[in-house]
């Protein structure tokens, strides 16, 4: 049975990199809208029964370097949860950002630390640190990586919009071992070329493995984003683990019903 370990992929609102050498500062390779409002987005994190089970901390701010910061804590009160936050800086005469920087930090249900997962663009390198910091394993970003850890909301927009039928990203794992593991995300069946069913667009992602994609996803947990139907397409709820073998969750946005989240 195939198994993918998804600790360190946190539950988050809101991705490659060109190899440093001689001294030259590396980049990421995405490039992502620029949001269209910043501030605090009321949210609560629901288990997989549509029951509240804690309340959700994000936020999306301006730094007075002009970088944009988002971060984002979700989980269980006084149990498991899930602290992220993502640094990125604008490019393309403002209209667009680049990842700098990704790091989540996990605590189980008994409030242990699980480690922290750190992703330096310009360093061009991902790493996975114990708890306390005692080890830390490093890998290099690939050339022309697509990490997109933490910045799920804005790639996602262009399938939103129906102007693509699949995006193809990476994200970087930390349990059995650092990898990068390929992704692909497509709109769930009833969202397709831009017209829209329902009060919600679902975009749903997962691990690419070519032709077997489909049975693959059979063994992984349901990962999927929702947005509002119409621009700017705003963010909704979002569903996976709080990370690696954690209890899965639906975090949504205050005032958006569970029950218009997919059960399929």
Known sequence: MLRIALRGVPALLLAGVAFATGGARAESGLLLEYPDGFGVVPASTYDLNRKQVGSAHLVIEKLDTGNVRTFVESGFTGGARTVVQAELTPVDGGRM??????ESRSFDADGNAL?????DHEGAVASCAKP???EVVRLDLPPGDRVANLTLN????PLVRGESEDLDFQLFLCGGGPK???FVANLAPGSHNGKRRGRAV??????????ASMVARNFVPKLSFWFEPRAPHK???HRLPLYGNGPEVFVVRDGIPPSWLGDE
């Open 154 to 157: 804005l790639l996602f927009l």
């Open 115 to 119: 480690g922290v997962l750190t992703i």
């Open 97 to 102: 950002l680049r990842p700098v920087r990704q």
């Open 202 to 211: 679902e975009v749903r992602y997962g691990p690419d493995f070519g032709f």
């Open 132 to 134: 306390g910091g005692e």
């Open 180 to 182: 990068f593991i390929d």
């Open 235 to 237: 963010w909704m709820a």
